[in-house]
Each structure stands twice: as structure tokens, then as C-alpha cells.
């Protein structure tokens, strides 16, 4: 079956016996493998890989225990194999790790391949320094009263920091840069000592058995605590009764008379391994200097007691000024780090406008979590998705504040700590989901495609509503943004491209139709005061058609919703509408340069949008007007909206001038999304954004559920409805009440002394 570029047909589920990581293998995928690179360590090997396919292409994930290597050279001559007769060339596999020399006979006797060796220090840099730069949810920390608290790692510059790469051993990295790194210590006590030590304490074979062992196990009944030798805490040092004193010491005193199981083994020996990484970490860190220490390496692999205690050791150490910083990928490093150590680096005056890191290359990655793995198992405590290759880099929006004290961040609602929210968003997604099935069903929703698919879309994404019901925190931050973009990455990954095709030429068709007297209605106005009132109105009423907003589906699926209809039905409060003081300053000095975030299409760019971006335009202003890179619900697309542009111009004398003046370009975004995070813009949009003075933003989804605390060093203006009770509540407002927030540009400074 195929699934747009997607062939399923005999997919299966590939999973370790030991439940590491688990993968949907597609034997027929005609998806062209470009690349592949493993990392074999002493317990793991490694292996990431590129496929390209008409979307783009597609990093993925796959590990393997290294007792069981054949499987993984298997699964890499499978990858090879898919290649097929197009290409004459060697194959080249880029490795590193130790088994990289180990095995390297082996490689390339049973793969008939090249094999480039990776150092091994090198690629876990390059892979953590990836990561950081293109995976936005990828760091966090983690404790048992505060799991997962995500860090925006790349908003500063990155270094320098400190990588404790836990395998079988440990090492430690000191990194000052890009491909700029040092071994400053180590240790041999790492995973294997523990896999080692409980083999032969417990006889337990598999490692994931015995960290499945120290979750019922209990320290204390093998351990000699501060409590067993002074009765109660020793304050004076600082120690609680709890802390531990000795590792296993309790088990030959006869006077504690502790009696213990393979269990409290288990968690003793976890702890202890985890406790000394933790303070050789803290202790080399004080010795140069470091605040950030990142842990990684397949040792951790998402388990929540190992996490807890690493971070507990740099906390206690560090007596609360240091984190201890997680990745999600974490196990990954080494093998993403080969896969791209032989990318021509950039000069350190090549800096992205992205977070502060060289640019290296013309395109970015985003996380695709419609297919996730968990990291380690069921007991992790998130998953990791595939990074789909974007067609263009992208950075953040010149204008926008994003500093240390000031930090960015796109979500207006947490929904991991707000259980209403989170219940209440989950719920409506399913709704809406099986909304859109019956629509498909019966007609309501013409679409290329079949119901099958639409049928396989529904299964796929309810599964995933499901696991976030019980994790909410697998995915990231959950977020409405996070809801809504995941449903569409479970839509394209059935191959459901553009549900809403027909819909969307059809509404454009009929709005055009009704253009030329929208616009004569705003020019019979003698006052331009008066002209952009009713602009603004305008685009507040086509705001309300958007096929997103289940309390209005109904209507608009029936042609009950008219123009006039929807703007009788907004109400406007004081508290979100700054309208009056938008239309004195753009009347007393028009704006330069004016970039647009546009919304739906049909009624709601068509009347709403385009007859503002007109008036502008007529009062000298160039605009950017910039649309989703692909579909989304009904969403405008660049394609479409300049078809639209294109269209108006044949009408229309001013934008006629505008465009061949060059003073209306349409860009898009970079996104496929409803929601929009400003830090990940196509690196297009952002070059012709460089000098705009004013920032619009349409639409709910990137008004409200995105962007509604965004902050720009020029004044920006915010459109939308709020067309959902929820929402609406969050912000203390009322359904179909209007925002119309007008805010000065306010420098980065000026915030962060405030």
C-alpha cells in the first residue's frame, strides 16, 4: 500500500529483545537511501541514516546490542540494498567507536563497502553540537519532583560546555567551539561496570533488566546511610540521614541487621555508578570553568532513576548552581556526529542568524514524531521522533526578542502543567480527528485520496493522542502547537498532502468574486482614519472562517457563515483592542517595511488580509507576505497565495503597482503548521525581513496559541478571533471576542532591564 511517498506494504514493527528501541521497518519503502552511519560501542552499536524521498528526506534512528553486531550488519546491507543497480559507486558506511576498528574487517567484507573510520571524540561533538542547533525540544533536565523541564539550549551561544559521554566507560570532553574539543578526564566505573557488577551479583543477562530491577529496589537495605552511623542528620557538614555514606557498607554490620534482595542490588549499584560519574563531572567542571555539563551516551537512555541521580549529584556538588543537562537523542551522538563530521565547516565569521552557530549547511532538520521511538522501552520518559530535511535553512525572525532574561517561547499554554488544558485539548483533538473522518466519509470533504487513508491517518494519530494522555511530556512540550503540528505530520505520513485542496479553491473562488466590492466599500470612505477601522474589521471577520475551529465548522461546511454574518458576530473589548492606537501611528508615519503572517484562505486573506496589505501599499509601505510552505488544514500556502496575488493584480490598479514595483512579494514560512515558532523561519522569508518595521500576525493559531506573549524590536500587530471557549478562558476573554494588539517596538535592552 502506498501512502504517498510512503510504501507500507509489509510494514512491521522491529523491536530489540531487551525493548531499546523500537522502529516501523518498511521492506518495500522505495525511499532511497543516501547515507550510513554507526557508531559501535562496547554494549551498543549505533546506526543513523538519511532516505530521500520526494518530500525531502529523512534522518532516522536504529540501535542494536553489539553481542548481536550481525543484526545490526543486517539491517545496514538491507539499507544498502535498497540503493539498488542505480549507482556504481562503493557504498561508503562512515563509522566510528571502537568497534569501528573491531569490526572493520567484518564491515567490509559482509557489506562490500567503503568504511571510513570517524575519531570517535570528534563525532560526539559534531553530533551534540547538531542537535542542540536543530532540534528545538532536544535538552532538558530531569528530577523526580520536576521531570523533564525542557532548555532552549541554543538561544546563547553555546560554549563552552562539558560532554560526559557515558558508554561502557566515560569520558569526559571539554568543547570551546565548533570541531574545537579535548579529553580533560574519564573514568573506567561507567555502564559496564554496573552491567558487569549485576551480572555477576544477580546473573540478570540483559541491561534493561536490571535497570527494570532498581525500580522496586530499596538503597537503604544495602547501603550504610548518614542515619545508621549518627542516628539523624549530621548538620554541621551539611549531610541529611537519607545521604549515603558508604556503598554496600550496610550489609556486614550485623547491628543494622538489614535484610535485602537482588532489587536493592540493583538500585544500590545504580546509584553508586551514577553518584561518581556525577561528582567526577561537577569536579571537572569547577577545574575549567564550565557551567553547562551535558550527559550522554546509551547508558542513560531516558531511565528516570539514572537521570535523577546524575542530576541529583551536580546539584548536591554544586550546591544548586549547576543543571545537569539531557538529550533525547542522546545515544545518538556518536553515529549523527560521523554522519555529518565530513561537512565543510563554516569560518567563524559565517555566523547563522540562528542561535549563534556557523551555518555549514543551506538547509535545516525539524523533529517528525508521526512515527516515534521510544528512547529506551516502555520505562523511558520520552520518545524520539525522525528529523525531516527541510528544503531551506531556517532562523529566527530578525525582529524578535529572544534573550537570557527575555526568553522566547512560542506556546502561550503549557498543557504538561495545566491538567484542564492538557484533557481538554486531547479531547478536542480527538473530536476534530474523527470530524475530519466523517467529513471524508460523507462527502463534506472532497480530497484527493481515499477513505483508507484518511481511515489510516485517524488510527495513527489517536494512537499517539493516547500515548500523550499517559506522557504527556514524550513529544517535547505539549502545547496546542504541538497537538496541531503532529496532526499534520500524521496526515502527510499517510500521504494526505492537502485534505483541504477543493475546499480552499473553492472559497478563494467565491471571495475574489466578492473583492471588488469589499474594496470599493473601504474606498467610498473620506476619511483614512475611518478606511483602516474597517480594514482591521475585515480582517477579523475573515479570520472566523477557518475550517480549524470546530465551534464553526458546522456553519461554514453548511454556507451558513456570510462575510457580513461573522463581523456582526465579533465583539470587541477594551482590554484586547488597541486598534486606535495602530491606526494613529501607521497614519502619522507610514511603516517601510511591513511582513505579514498570514492565515486561512478563502474569505479570510482574500477579504480580510489583502485589502489591508492594500492600503498599506498605498500609503508607501512595502510588504512581505508570508504564507505556510506547505498545507495545513486550510491554511493559505505560498503556491496558492501567490496564485491569489497574481489574480487580485488583474482587478486591481494598486496591487498591480505594488508587485511590479516589487513592494508585494509573498515568501513562505518554512512551516506546515497552524501555529508558528518564530525562531524557525525559511532563511528567505527572514533575509527580506531584514529592515521591516512592522511584524503582523494573523489567525488564532499564530496569534493566540502561538505568539501571544511575542516580543519585537519593532511594533507588531496582532489579528485574530478567539474561536475557541477554552482559549478564550485561558486568556480571560469570550468566544468571538476580537484581539487587536498594537505593540511598540521595544529594544532588548529596554526588556531585560525592566
Not at 536504529?62 to 562503493?90: P, W, Y
Not at 496575488?645 to 514595483?661: F, I, N, P, T, Y
Request: aromatic share 8%; with cysteine.
Amino acid at each position: 500500500m502506498m501512502f504517498g511517498n510512503i510504501n507500507s506494504s509489509g510494514a512491521v514493527i522491529d523491536e530489540l529483545e531487551s525493548g531499546m528501541v523500537s522502529d516501523i521497518l518498511l521492506p518495500n519503502q522505495t525511499g532511497r537511501v543516501q547515507k550510513v552511519a554507526v557508531d559501535i560501542g562496547g554494549s551498543l552499536a549505533k546506526v543513523v541514516y538519511f532516505t530521500m524521498t520526494g518530500a525531502g528526506g529523512r534522518l532516522h534512528f536504529q540501535a542494536f546490542e553489539t553481542d548481536n553486531v550481525d543484526k545490526c550488519i543486517a539491517f545496514i546491507k538491507t539499507l544498502l540494498d535498497s540503493r539498488g543497480d542505480s549507482s556504481s559507486d562503493l557504498p561508503v558506511i562512515v563509522a566510528t567507536g571502537g568497534g569501528a576498528h573491531r569490526f572493520g574487517d567484518l564491515l567490509r567484507s559482509q557489506l562490500g563497502a567503503e568504511i571510513r573510520v570517524e575519531d570517535e571524540m570528534q563525532s560526539l561533538t559534531t553530533g551534540l553540537s547538531f542537535l542542540i542547533r536543530e532540534v528545538t525540544d532536544e535538552v532538558f533536565t530531569y528530577a523526580q519532583d520536576q521531570p523533564m523541564q525542557f532548555v532552549n539550549a541554543g538561544s546563547e551561544d553555546p560554549f563552552p560546555y562539558m560532554l560526559v559521554n557515558i558508554g561502557s566507560g566515560v569520558s569526559i570532553l571539554k568543547v570551546t567551539g565548533e570541531g574545537q574539543y579535548e579529553r580533560i578526564s574519564g573514568t573506567s566505573l561507567g555502564g559496564g561496570t554496573l552491567w558487569g557488577l549485576l551480572h555477576l551479583l544477580t546473573g540478570v543477562q540483559s541491561f534493561d533488566e536490571m535497570l527494570e530491577m532498581t525500580k522496586t529496589g530499596d538503597n537503604t537495605k544495602v547501603d550504610m546511610m548518614v542515619g545508621d552511623i549518627y542516628g539523624t542528620n549530621y548538620d554541621k557538614i551539611g549531610l541529611k540521614a537519607t545521604n549515603i555514606a558508604a556503598t554496600m557498607a550496610g550489609v556486614y554490620r550485623k547491628s543494622l541487621g538489614k535484610q535485602y534482595n537482588e532489587a536493592d542490588i540493583a538500585r544500590s549499584l545504580l546509584y553508586m555508578v551514577s553518584n561518581n560519574i556525577g561528582q567526577i563531572a561537577y569536579l571537572n567542571a569547577q577545574l575549567h570553568g564550565i557551567r553547562r555539563i551535558y550527559f550522554g551516551g546509551y547508558f542513560i537512555r531516558g531511565h528516570p532513576l539514572t537521570m535523577h541521580t546524575l542530576s541529583y549529584a551536580i546539584d548536591f556538588w554544586s550546591k544548586g548552581q549547576m543543571r545537569a543537562l539531557f538529550l533525547r537523542h542522546e545515544g545518538f551522538l556518536g553515529a549523527t556526529g560521523a554522519f555529518f563530521n565530513d561537512e565543510p565547516r563554516a569560518n567563524d565569521a559565517q555566523r547563522s542568524r540562528r542561535r549563534g552557530y556557523p551555518r555549514t549547511r543551506t538547509y535545516s532538520f525539524t523533529e517528525n514524531f508521526s512515527v516515534a521511538q521510544s528512547i529506551a522501552g516502555a520505562e523511558s520518559v520520552g520518545a524520539l521522533g525522525s528529523l525531516d530535511r527541510q528544503p531551506a535553512a531556517l532562523e529566527a525572525l530578525p525582529q524578535l526578542v529572544d534573550t537570557r532574561r527575555h526568553m522566547y517561547e512560542p506556546d502561550t499554554v503549557d498543557l504538561a502543567s495545566n491538567v484542564e488544558q492538557q484533557a481538554y485539548w486531547i479531547q478536542a483533538m480527538e473530536r476534530n480527528t474523527r470530524g475530519l473522518m466523517q467529513m471524508a466519509s460523507d462527502g463534506t470533504l472532497p480530497f484527493e485520496g481515499n477513505l483508507q487513508r484518511m481511515q489510516a491517518f485517524g488510527k495513527l494519530y489517536l494512537r499517539h493522542l493516547c500515548r500523550l494522555r499517559e506522557q504527556p511530556l514524550a513529544y517535547g512540550p505539549m502545547s496546542v502547537r504541538a497537538l496541531l503540528g503532529l496532526r499534520e505530520q500524521c496526515l502527510h505520513e499517510v500521504g494526505l498532502h492537502d485534505i483541504f485542496a477543493e475546499v480552499k479553491k473553492r472559497e478563494t473562488d467565491a471571495a475574489l468574486r466578492q473583492l471588488p466590492q469589499a474594496l470599493a466599500t473601504v474606498d467610498v470612505l473620506d476619511q483614512a482614519e475611518d478606511q483602516l477601522r474597517l480594514l482591521l474589521q475585515n480582517v477579523l471577520a475573515g479570520n472566523m472562517f477557518d475550517w480549524g475551529a470546530s465551534e464553526l465548522r458546522g456553519e461554514i461546511a453548511d454556507g451558513e457563515l456570510d462575510f457580513a454574518r461573522a463581523r456582526d458576530r465579533i465583539t470587541w473589548q477594551p482590554q484586547f483592542d488597541s486598534s486606535q492606537e495602530f491606526v494613529h501611528r501607521a497614519l502619522k508615519t507610514p511603516y517601510n517595511r511591513a511582513v505579514v503572517f498570514v492565515d486561512n484562505s478563502g474569505a479570510d486573506v482574500c477579504l480580510g488580509v489583502l485589502p489591508l496589505v492594500r492600503f498599506l501599499a498605498s500609503q508607501g509601505t512595502s510588504v512581505v507576505l508570508a504564507a505556510n510552505s506547505r498545507p495545513a488544514l486550510n491554511d493559505v500556502t505560498e503556491p496558492e497565495l501567490n496564485d491569489i496575488v497574481e489574480r487580485v493584480s488583474a482587478m486591481d490598479k494598486c496591487v498591480e503597482r505594488a508587485v511590479k514595483q516589487g513592494n508585494l512579494v509573498v515568501c513562505g514560512t518554512g512551516s506546515s503548521g497552524p501555529c508558528l515558532d518564530m525562531r524557525m523561519l525559511d532563511e528567505r522569508l527572514v533575509s527580506q525581513c531584514a529592515d521591516a518595521d512592522l511584524v503582523i500576525i494573523v489567525g488564532m493559531g499564530r496569534a493566540i496559541h502561538s505568539n501571544y506573549r511575542a516580543r519585537f524590536t519593532c511594533d507588531s500587530l496582532k489579528l485574530a478571533v478567539f474561536k475557541n471557549q477554552m482559549a478564550a478562558d485561558a486568556a480571560g476573554a469570550r468566544i468571538y471576542d476580537a484581539l487587536c494588539l498594537f505593540e511598540p517596538g521595544i529594544s532588548a535592552e529596554a526588556i531585560d532591564q525592566s
